[in-house]
Nanobody, 131 residues
Framework: QVHLVESGGGSVQAGGSLRLSCAAS????????MGWFRQAPGKEREGVAAIYTGGDSAYYADSVKGRFTISQDNHANTLYLQMNSLKPEDTAVYYC????????????????????????WGQGTQVTVSS
């Protein structure tokens, strides 16, 4: 089981930026799909972005395209989410997730709605954007 610890959340004003980090340990497979998800109060958890540790193709929810960037430092086993031009509707608990199934960060997964079928999850970090 992969152990994931998120950090970097906080409170910002609309238009501001935050950078989330996810430190991973306990890998047992060669590569993983690594994803960021979020859950706002009263809403279902939704996919934000995902990337494969064995490649550089990334997928983004339409609501964050052009504003958020997912990246990884494989040497440091750390996943990042750079969030720019934040909006109040970005307010949520953000979760990091990992799964060795390649399909969970593929075009098919994106087209299926970026479902949260990942195996391992962090504890989440709160992001609050005020208007």
């Amino acid at each position: 089981q992969v152990h994931l610890v998120e950090s970097g959340g906080g409170s910002v004003q609309a238009g501001g930026s935050l950078r989330l980090s996810c430190a991973a340990s306990g890998y047992t497979a060669s590569h993983y799909c690594m994803g960021w998800f979020r859950q706002a109060p009263g809403k279902e958890r939704e996919g934000v972005a995902a990337i494969y540790t064995g490649g550089d193709s990334a997928y983004y929810a339409d609501s964050v395209k052009g504003r958020f960037t997912i990246s990884q430092d494989n040497h440091a086993n750390t996943l990042y989410l750079q969030m720019n031009s934040l909006k109040p509707e970005d307010t949520a608990v953000y979760y990091c997730a990992a799964d060795p199934l390649r399909v969970l960060c593929s075009g098919a997964w994106y087209l299926a709605g970026m479902k949260d079928d990942y195996n391992d999850w962090g504890q989440g970090t709160q992001v609050t954007v005020s208007s």
